[in-house]
C-alpha cells in the first residue's frame, strides 16, 4: 500500500497544499525545524484514521476555518482508493471504480487496525525515544512489551486499574474489600440461622418429650387414683374402728346377761306404776303428818295470846261510844269555828261602820221598834228644810235678775211701746198651758193604785214562807231529840234562822214600796211656773216680732209687779224654814243624849246605824246559843275520855290524846278478831288433813295388795329382785338393739365392694393410723409430681407453640439467600474482572512466548547491522533483568542505561523495525519516521541508509527529517518543504 | 348410587417456603410477600378447595424442600390441613424427592383428614363418601431422595367395586432430560392402567399429557425463580359417570414475568425509561419482572450497565407504588456495537487460539477461599463462559478507553 497524494485543504500550518510521492518507495519529506514535518505525519494519520473532534480543534489552522483533506492510496489489490476528510466527523472512502465505500471496508483494507497500534508499529518519533531514555530500567522491558504488543501503554494501565479494582472486591485475608465485608455479613447471618435452625431440629425432639410426658401424666394419675382408693379403704378402717371395737364389747357384755334374755316384762308398768304410787301416798301421809303438826300448834299460840272475856266487854262498849263521840267532836269544832266567825263578823261590822260601841255595849242596846220610824223623819225633814232654803234662795236671785232685766227693758221698749192685741195673744197661751198640768195629775193615780197591789201581794209570800219555815224547824227538832240524832238540832236552828232572814228581807222590801208610793204623790207643783213663763216669754217674743212693741212694754209692768210681789212671798217662806230648822235641831240633841254612839254619826245615816244595830244584836244572840251548846258537848267528850283512860290504866298501856287511844282501841279490837278468825281456820285445817291421813292409808293398803299378786306371777320373791331383773333385762335388750344400729351402721358406711374383706379383718388399731399417714404423704408426693409434670406439659406445649409460630427462621434463611445471591453478584462481577486480569497477563505471556522471541531475534540483526556489528547479541528481558545486549569481540553484556544515548537509539529503532518487520509481514503498510536519527553519527547513518533502503523494499517508507545528508543518503524521492 | 360424582383439587409441588432465585437487593415489604408468597398460595389452595366444597385434595409430592428445612412450612401445613378438617375436606398426600418421608426432621403431625401413602410401594387409600364407596385412591410416597425404577406399572386397580380409580404419581416421563428422571414412565404405561384420572407432580410448568383419561401436571403453585412464569396454580376436577371436567384455577401471589423491550430508539435516559415503563405487562397479581433489554449507543445516550441499573432503580420507586406492585429484579443489557469497535486486534489473535484453563485457575481465589466457598456455588459452563465473555467485553471496552485518551 502506497501513499500517492496528498492535497491538504487546512491543517496546522498547512493551507491548500498537495504533495504528490513518486513511485519511489523511501520518500524523505526535507524542512527545517519548524517546517511542518510533524503535522504532516499527523495529517496522514488523520487522513488514515481520523481524530478525536479535540484533537481536530489542535490542528485547525489559524488563518482559514477548513479543516480536512484528502489522500490517494494505491492498494495492491483494490487499486487507487481516495480518502476525503473534513473536520472530524466528515469522511468519504472512494474505490477504484469510483464508488463511495464504508469505513468497515476500509478498516478492513488496513488489517483492522487502530490508530494506536498503527503508530506503534509503523509510526515513531524522536519524542519516543526520548521516552525510553527517561524510562527506568525496571520499567524498560515493561514498555517495550506494551510497545510490542499494542503499541501503547494501554494494556499497561488496564492491567493496573484492574488489579486496583479487584483489591477493592476482594483480598484473600483482608476484611475491607467489599467481597470480604459481604462475606463476614453472611457469615454471621449463617451463623445465626444455623443456630435457628439447630433449634427448629429440636421440635421433634421436643414433641417427642411432650409424648413422653403426657404418657407420665397419665401413669401418675392412675397411680394417684390407686393411691386414693387405698387411702379411702384405710380411712374407712379407721371411721368404722370404733364402730367395731363397740361391736365387740356389746357382744361381750351380752354374753353375760344370757340368763334374762327370757325374763319377761310384761306388768313392768303395772308394777312400776303402783310402786310409785305407794311412794307417793308415803310421802303424802308424811307431809300431811307435819301440816297437821304444825296447825296445832299454831292453834295453841292463838289462845295464848288472845283478850280474857271481860276486857272484851268493856272494849266492845268503849267502842259503841265511838261514833257519837265522834259526832261531838265534830260538832265541837263546828260550833268552835261559828263563834270565831259571829265574834269576828261582829267586830269587822263594827270597825267598817266606825260606830263607836262595843260588845258589851251591844248586849245591853235595846232598840224600841218606833226609833227607826224617828230617825228616818229627822232626815227627811232636814232634807226638807235644806231643800226649801235652797230653792228659795234660788228663786230670789232669779227673781232679782229677773226684775232688773224686765226694768231695763221696759225702759228700753219704753220708747217703742206697741198697740194691746198681743196682750191679748199671750193670755190665749197661758190658757193652753194650764190644759197640759190636768193630764199630769191622771197619771198619778195610776201609779199609786199599781204600788198597792203590790205591798198586799209581798205580805201574802210573807205569811207562807214563815208557817213553813217554822213547821220544818219544829219537824227538825222533834226528829232529832227522838232519834237522839244531834245534826237535826242544828238543821232546825238554820230553818228557824232560814225565816227569820226572809221575813226581815221581806218587811224591808215592803217598806220600800210603801215609800215609792208616797213618793209618787207629790209631783212637782213649782215647776209649772218656770215652764209657763218660759213659753210666755216666748210667745211674748214672737209678738214683738209680729206686733208692735208697746204691747210687750205692758207685759213688762206686769211682769215687774209680779216679781216684785213673787219677792214678797220669798221672804215669808224664808222665815217658815228657819223656824223649822231651829225645831229639828232640838229634836236631833235629844237623841244623840239617849244614843251616845250617835253624837258621832250624821243624822243622814241614823237610820242605816239602826238597821246595823239590829243586826249586830241579832249577831250577839245567836253567839251566845253556840257557846251554851259548845259548853255541853265539851262535857259530854271529857267523861268519854275518862272512861277510856280509865281501861287504859287497866290493861297498863301509856296514856295519849282522845284520837290516839280510840285507834288504838280499834286496832285492838281488830287484832282480836283476827285471831278469832284464824281459831276458827285452824280448827278446820286440822279436822281435813286427820280425814286424809285415813284415805290415804286405806289406798296404800289396797296398792301393796295388788303389787304383791303381780310380782308373784312374775316369779319375783321380791320387789327388789323384780327390779334387779328388769334392769338387766332392760340393759340385753339396749344392748341388743345397739348391736343391730352398729351392724347397720357399717353397712351403710361400708362399700359393698369391700364389706366382706373390711368386716372381717382383725382389729388392729394403730395401723390404719400409721397406713393412713404415709398414703397421705406419698399421694402428696405424687400430686406434687403431677404437678411437676403438668408444669413442664405446659412449659414444653409453650415451647413448641413457640417453636410453631416463630416464622423468623424463615425470614432469616430467605434473607440470607438472597444475601448470597447478592454475594453472587459482587463474586461474579470481581470474576470478570479477574478473568480480564487473566486474559491480559496470559496475552502478554503468549507475547513472550511467541513473538517476543522472534522480535528479538530480527532486532539482533538489525541491532547487528546498524552498530556495525559491535553488537551482536540481544537478550529479552527477564523477570530479574531487562534488556542486555553483548558486545561481539569481547563477549561482554551491557544493560541499556549502561549504553552511550546512541547505541540505545540504536537498540530502540532496531526493535521497533523488529516489530515492524515481525508485526507487519502480513499487511505491507507505509512505514513512517520522524526525525529518529538524531543522534546518529555519518557511520551510523550509513548503516541505517542501508536498512532503510532494504525496508522499501517491501513497504512504502516515509521519512521525516531535517538532515540534508541523511535525505540524500537515502537515496529515494527527496521533497523539499519550504517555509 | 345417585350421585357417585367426586368433585378435587389436584395440586402438586408446592415448594413451601423454599428459597427464591435471583433476588437480590429487594425491598423490605415486597421481600416479605415473596417470602410468604408460597404460603399465599397455599391459602388460596385452600380457599378454592372451601369454595368449591371439594370432595378432598390430591397433593402429588413436593410440599415443601427438606433443603430449606422450615418448620415453619410443615406448620402451615398443618394449620391448612387443619381448615380443611373444619369442612370436612381429606387430603391425599404424597411424598416427592423434596420432601421424602426419611429426610423429614420435624414429624409434624398431621390431623385425621390428612391420608398419607405410606411408602415407596404403591397403595389404594378408599375414599368414602357419605358412607359411601367413592372413589379408590393409589399412590406412593418417595422414601429417599430418588426413585428411580418406573412405579407406572405398579399401579393396578383393585378389584372392589369403586366408582373412581385416581393415581398419584410423582415423577417424569421417561423422555424428558429437563429434569432429573425420578420415577420415569411412558404415557403408554399409564393408559393402560384403566384409570380414571393421573394426577402427576414433579414437573414445575403446567402440562397435560392425555385427554381423556386427563394425565396432568398441575405445575408448581408458586413460580420461585426466572423460568417459572406465568400463572401458577391447580386444576379443580370434576369426575363423574359421563364426562370429566376440568378446571385451571390460578393460585399465585406473585407472578414471575420476563420482558423483552427495545430501547434502541431512545435518545435520552428519561425516553428510555418511559419507554421501558409504557411497554411493562400488567398482571392481575403482583409479578417479578425479568428484563431483557436491547439499547444503542448513540451520541446523547449511552447506556451501559451502571447507568441501566440507576433506570430501573427509579422505575421500581414508581412500580413498587402501584397496585398491584411489580419490581424489576433483573435487567439484561443487550447493547448494539459495532463489531469493528469491540475487539483489540492483538487480543483477539492471541486469545482465539488460546486454551482457556488459565481462567479457572484465577477464579480458585475466591471459589475456593475458605469461608466463600461456603456460600458460592461452583460456576457451571455456561456461567463460566458467560463470565469469560463478560470478560473478553470489559477489557476490549477497557483497553478502547484507554487508548481513546
Wanted: hydrophobic residues 35%; negative net charge.
Amino acid at each position: 500500500m502506497k501513499i500517492k497524494e496528498i492535497t491538504i485543504y487546512g491543517f496546522g500550518r498547512w493551507i491548500d497544499q498537495t504533495f504528490s510521492f513518486s513511485n519511489s518507495n523511501l520518500i524523505t519529506l526535507l524542512g527545517e525545524n519548524e517546517s511542518g514535518k510533524t503535522t504532516l505525519h499527523q495529517f496522514i494519520l488523520y487522513m488514515l484514521f481520523g481524530m478525536t473532534k479535540k484533537k481536530c480543534d489542535f490542528y485547525r489552522p489559524k488563518t482559514s476555518s477548513k479543516l480536512g483533506g484528502r489522500m490517494i492510496i494505491d492498494h495492491p489489490s483494490e487499486g487507487t482508493i481516495l480518502i476525503e476528510r473534513l473536520d472530524s466527523s466528515q469522511v468519504q472512502y472512494v474505490d477504484n471504480e469510483g464508488a463511495v465505500r464504508d469505513e468497515a471496508w476500509f478498516r478492513q483494507l488496513l488489517g483492522n487496525m487502530n490508530a494506536q497500534t498503527f503508530q506503534s508499529i509503523y509510526s515513531f518519533s524522536n519524542q519516543d525515544l526520548a521516552l525510553l531514555q527517561d524510562m527506568k530500567e525496571s520499567d524498560i522491558s515493561e514498555l517495550l512489551l506494551s510497545v510490542g504488543l499494542t503499541g501503547s501503554a494501554a494494556i499497561y494501565k488496564v492491567e493496573k486499574k484492574l488489579q486496583t479494582e479487584l483489591q477493592k472486591l476482594f483480598k484473600p485475608s483482608g476484611s475491607k474489600p467489599i467481597i470480604n465485608e459481604k462475606l463476614s455479613e453472611i457469615s454471621e447471618k449463617a451463623k445465626q440461622v444455623g443456630e435457628s435452625k439447630q433449634l427448629e431440629k429440636s421440635y421433634k425432639e421436643q414433641v417427642e418429650k411432650i409424648h413422653a410426658l403426657e404418657k407420665k401424666y397419665v401413669l401418675k394419675k392412675e397411680q394417684i387414683a390407686q393411691t386414693n382408693e387405698q387411702l379411702e379403704k384405710e380411712k374407712i378402717m379407721e371411721k368404722i374402728l370404733p364402730i367395731r371395737k363397740e361391736m365387740l364389747r356389746v357382744a361381750e357384755e351380752l354374753q353375760g346377761l344370757t340368763d334374762v334374755s327370757h325374763f319377761s316384762l310384761d306388768h313392768q308398768e303395772q308394777i312400776n306404776m303402783i310402786h310409785n304410787e305407794i311412794n307417793n301416798i308415803n310421802r303424802e301421809l308424811d307431809s300431811n303428818q307435819s301440816t297437821l303438826d304444825i296447825y296445832i300448834e299454831k292453834k295453841r299460840d292463838i289462845e295464848d295470846t288472845s283478850l280474857r272475856d271481860k276486857e272484851k266487854e268493856q272494849l266492845r262498849h268503849l267502842l259503841n261510844q265511838k261514833a257519837e263521840i265522834t259526832l261531838m267532836q265534830e260538832r265541837q269544832k263546828t260550833l268552835e269555828q261559828d263563834y270565831r266567825y259571829k265574834t269576828r263578823e261582829m267586830t269587822e261590822m263594827i270597825q267598817e261602820k266606825q260606830i263607836h260601841i262595843t260588845a258589851e255595849d251591844l248586849e245591853q242596846l235595846e232598840l224600841p221598834f218606833y226609833l227607826e220610824k224617828e230617825w228616818g223623819a229627822l232626815r227627811k225633814e232636814r232634807e226638807n228644810i235644806k231643800e226649801e232654803t235652797d230653792r228659795n234662795i234660788q228663786e230670789r236671785e232669779q227673781l232679782l235678775q229677773n226684775k232688773s232685766e224686765v226694768q231695763e227693758e221696759l225702759k228700753k221698749f219704753e220708747k217703742e211701746r206697741l198697740g194691746e192685741v198681743h196682750i191679748e195673744e199671750l193670755r190665749q197661751r197661758v190658757d193652753n198651758y194650764k190644759q197640759i198640768s190636768h193630764q199630769d195629775k191622771g197619771q198619778q193615780k195610776y201609779m199609786t193604785q199599781m204600788f198597792t197591789q203590790m205591798i198586799q201581794e209581798k205580805k201574802k209570800q210573807e205569811r207562807f214562807t214563815i208557817i213553813i219555815g217554822v213547821i220544818i224547824a219544829l219537824a227538825s227538832a222533834f226528829f232529832g231529840f227522838a232519834g237522839s240524832r244531834p245534826w237535826l238540832f242544828l238543821f232546825s236552828l238554820v230553818s228557824i234562822a232560814g225565816v227569820y232572814y226572809f221575813r226581815r228581807k221581806q218587811l224591808r222590801d215592803i217598806e220600800n214600796l210603801k215609800q215609792q208610793r208616797e213618793g209618787v204623790q207629790p209631783s212637782h207643783p213649782v215647776d209649772e211656773m218656770d215652764v209657763t213663763e218660759s213659753e210666755y216669754q216666748e210667745a211674748k217674743a214672737i209678738l214683738e216680732e209680729q206686733q208692735a212693741i208697746h204691747r210687750k212694754l205692758d207685759t213688762l209692768k206686769d211682769t215687774l209687779k209680779q216679781i216684785i210681789s213673787k219677792m214678797e212671798a220669798n221672804e215669808v217662806v224664808r222665815f217658815d224654814l228657819t223656824e223649822k230648822q231651829n225645831k229639828l235641831e232640838e229634836n236631833i240633841i235629844h237623841q244623840q243624849n239617849q244614843f251616845p254612839f250617835l253624837q258621832s254619826i250624821d243624822v243622814l245615816y241614823w237610820q242605816d246605824t239602826y238597821h246595823l244595830l239590829q243586826k249586830l244584836i241579832q249577831l250577839t244572840n245567836e253567839k251566845r246559843n253556840y257557846k251554851k251548846e259548845l259548853d255541853r258537848i265539851n262535857e259530854r267528850i271529857d267523861q268519854f275520855s275518862n272512861q277510856v283512860k280509865a281501861w287504859f290504866e287497866q290493861r297498863g298501856l301509856a296514856k295519849a290524846n282522845l284520837e290516839e287511844m280510840l285507834l288504838t282501841l280499834e286496832d285492838i279490837q281488830q287484832q282480836e278478831q283476827q285471831y278469832q278468825h284464824e281459831f276458827q281456820q285452824l280448827t278446820q285445817f286440822i279436822k281435813d288433813a286427820e280425814n286424809k291421813q285415813l284415805a290415804l292409808k286405806q289406798k296404800r293398803r289396797q296398792y301393796t295388795e295388788e303389787r304383791d299378786k303381780l310380782l308373784k306371777a312374775a316369779g319375783a320373791k321380791s320387789e327388789e329382785i323384780y327390779f334387779e331383773k328388769q334392769a338387766r333385762k332392760e340393759r340385753y335388750n339396749k344392748l341388743y338393739e345397739r348391736q343391730e344400729e352398729l351392724r347397720e351402721q357399717l353397712h351403710i358406711v361400708l362399700p359393698n365392694k369391700w364389706q366382706q374383706e373390711l368386716t372381717e379383718e382383725l382389729i388392729e388399731e394403730g395401723d390404719y393410723y400409721k397406713n393412713k399417714k404415709e398414703l397421705e404423704l406419698a399421694l402428696a408426693d405424687y400430686e406434687e409430681e403431677l404437678d411437676q409434670v403438668r408444669s413442664q406439659l405446659a412449659e414444653q406445649k409453650l415451647r413448641l407453640d413457640q417453636l410453631e409460630s416463630e416464622e423468623s427462621i424463615s425470614l432469616q434463611m430467605h434473607q440470607l439467600a438472597m444475601e448470597k445471591e447478592e454475594l453472587e453478584d459482587l463474586v461474579r462481577n470481581w470474576a470478570v474482572q479477574k478473568t480480564a486480569l487473566q486474559m491480559l497477563e496470559y496475552a502478554k505471556k503468549q507475547y513472550k512466548d511467541k513473538h517476543l522471541s522472534l522480535v528479538i531475534e530480527t532486532a539482533q540483526i538489525y541491532f547487528k547491522e546498524i552498530t556495525a556489528n559491535q553488537y551482536d547479541t540481544i537478550y529479552s528481558p527477564t523477570d530479574q533483568h531487562g534488556f542486555q545486549v553483548e558486545n561481539k569481540e569481547k563477549k561482554q553484556r551491557f544493560r541499556v542505561e549502561e549504553l552511550s544515548q546512541g547505541t540505545k537509539d540504536q537498540l530502540y529503532i532496531s526493535l521497533r523495525f523488529a516489530i515492524n518487520e515481525v508485526m507487519a509481514k502480513t499487511s505491507g503498510l507505509p512505514f513512517f519516521m520522524d526525525d529518529a536519527f538524531v543522534h546518529f553519527d555519518m557511520k551510523r547513518t550509513e548503516k541505517i541508509q542501508q536498512v532503510l533502503q532494504r525496508l522499501a523494499k517491501n513497504q512504502q517508507v516515509i521519512l521525516f527529517t531535517c538532515r540534508k545528508e541523511l535525505a540524500q543518503a537515502a537515496n529515494g524521492e527527496i521533497i523539499h518543504l519550504s517555509t | 348410587m345417585v350421585d357417585n360424582a367426586v368433585t378435587f383439587i389436584h395440586a402438586a409441588d408446592l415448594h413451601l417456603d423454599s428459597l427464591f432465585k435471583g433476588l437480590r437487593h429487594v425491598p423490605a415489604n415486597i421481600f416479605k410477600e415473596i417470602q410468604e408468597s408460597t404460603f399465599t398460595a397455599l391459602n388460596h389452595l385452600i380457599d378454592a378447595a372451601i369454595e368449591n366444597q371439594v370432595d378432598f385434595i390430591l397433593l402429588a409430592g413436593d410440599l415443601y424442600d427438606h433443603e430449606s428445612q422450615s418448620l415453619k412450612a410443615q406448620i402451615r401445613l398443618r394449620r391448612a390441613f387443619e381448615r380443611l378438617e373444619e369442612q370436612n375436606i381429606a387430603v391425599f398426600l404424597s411424598h416427592g424427592n423434596h420432601d421424602f418421608m426419611k429426610g423429614d426432621s420435624f414429624d409434624v403431625e398431621y390431623p385425621d383428614n390428612v391420608h398419607i401413602f405410606p411408602g415407596e410401594t404403591v397403595t389404594c387409600i378408599p375414599f368414602y363418601k357419605n358412607g359411601e364407596k367413592a372413589a379408590a385412591i393409589y399412590g406412593f410416597s418417595y422414601e429417599n431422595r430418588a426413585v428411580y425404577e418406573n412405579k407406572a406399572v405398579e399401579y393396578e386397580p383393585v378389584e372392589e367395586d369403586f366408582p373412581f380409580h385416581i393415581a398419584m404419581l410423582h415423577g417424569s416421563v421417561a423422555t424428558n432430560t429437563e429434569h432429573d428422571s425420578y420415577a420415569p414412565f411412558q404415557i403408554k404405561d399409564l393408559l393402560k392402567k384403566q384409570m380414571d384420572y393421573w394426577a402427576l407432580g414433579h414437573i414445575h410448568k403446567r402440562q397435560q399429557l392425555h385427554t381423556n383419561p386427563p394425565i396432568i401436571y398441575p405445575g408448581n403453585t408458586q413460580g420461585r425463580h426466572r423460568k417459572e412464569t406465568g400463572e401458577k396454580g391447580c386444576y379443580l376436577i370434576k369426575l363423574d359417570r359421563h364426562e370429566i371436567n376440568q378446571i385451571f384455577l390460578p393460585l399465585q401471589a406473585i407472578r414471575y414475568e420476563e420482558v423483552v423491550l427495545d430501547i434502541r430508539s431512545c435518545l435520552t435516559p428519561s425516553q428510555a425509561e418511559k419507554r421501558i415503563m409504557s411497554q411493562l405487562p400488567r398482571y392481575s397479581v403482583p409479578s417479578l419482572l425479568y428484563l431483557k433489554i436491547r439499547a444503542k449507543e448513540n451520541d446523547g445516550f449511552k447506556p451501559d450497565e451502571a447507568l441501566m441499573g440507576e433506570l430501573i432503580e427509579l422505575i421500581n420507586e414508581s412500580l413498587a407504588e402501584g397496585f398491584p406492585w411489580q419490581y424489576i429484579y433483573h435487567c439484561q443489557l443487550n447493547l448494539e456495537e459495532e463489531s469493528t469497535l469491540t475487539e483489540d486486534a492483538f487480543l483477539k489473535s492471541i486469545l482465539e487460539e488460546a486454551d482457556e484453563s488459565f481462567i479457572q485457575e484465577g477464579l480458585k481465589e475466591i471459589y475456593h477461599h475458605r469461608t466463600a466457598r461456603k456460600f458460592l456455588t461452583a460456576l457451571t459452563d455456561e456461567q463460566e463462559q458467560a463470565i469469560k465473555e463478560d470478560a473478553y467485553q470489559l477489557l476490549n471496552v477497557l483497553l478502547r478507553e484507554e487508548r481513546a485518551e
